[in-house]
């Protein structure tokens, strides 16, 4: 499951600033999912909550989050491409972000559309997989690159090569042998 980044702002001139800067940096509403919510949006407590998730924010999130721009927040969400994740978060924390109050609901129950049987049951999910962790070692360095791109091996997954939005393989089927030259089995 793929989860936004959001946050939210005092003001709805905060919030398009922050928008506005998203949009510089290349980002835009049908690649990256970024999202401006204000409370001139969307009028009913619905559909702060329906426009709010189209950022592909959790809807039980959603409902926090609509409960700030009732009364006058307004908010930011947007999906960052692999890799850019903490970039774009440094981004959005320099505008001076508000509490959006999501923080404090953590403990309470919450419906998790990654895991619908545990969520309707009250389950704790059993494995919450790190996709940024690989044999125990950060797949994303603090400076935004990968690993991968670090060490000069390409990566296995590219957006530029991205079906339906969802990245697949890339051309090169084994970047370790090739990187080391190493002779492969056929």
Do not use: C
């Not at 491409?81 to 999501?102: I, K, N, Q, T, W």
């Not at 619908?116 to 389950?123: C, N, R």
């Amino acid at each position: 499951m793929i989860y936004a980044t959001v946050r939210m702002y005092a003001t709805a001139a905060e919030a398009t600033h922050a928008f506005s800067l998203l949009e510089a940096r290349g980002l835009t509403r049908e690649d990256n999912k970024i999202n401006l919510v204000t409370p001139a949006s969307a009028g009913t407590p619905e559909g702060i909550v329906a426009a709010i998730t189209t950022g592909l924010v959790l809807r039980a999130h959603a409902r926090i989050y609509a409960q700030g721009i009732a009364h006058g927040r307004s908010l930011v969400s947007l999906v960052a491409p692999f890799g850019a994740g903490r970039m774009y978060e440094e981004l959005l924390d320099a505008l001076h972000p508000v509490d959006s109050g999501v923080a404090e609901e953590r403990d309470a129950l919450v419906w998790e559309d990654a895991a619908p049987f545990s969520s309707a049951f009250g389950f704790p999910v059993l494995s919450r997989p790190n996709p940024y962790m690989f044999m125990g070692l950060s797949a994303i360095l603090r400076s935004g690159r990968t690993t991968s791109a670090a060490l000069g091996i390409g990566e296995l997954a590219s957006h530029d090569l991205a079906v339906f939005g969802t990245p697949r393989l890339s051309r090169n089927p084994a970047p370790f042998s090739g990187l080391f030259r190493l002779p492969l089995k056929t």
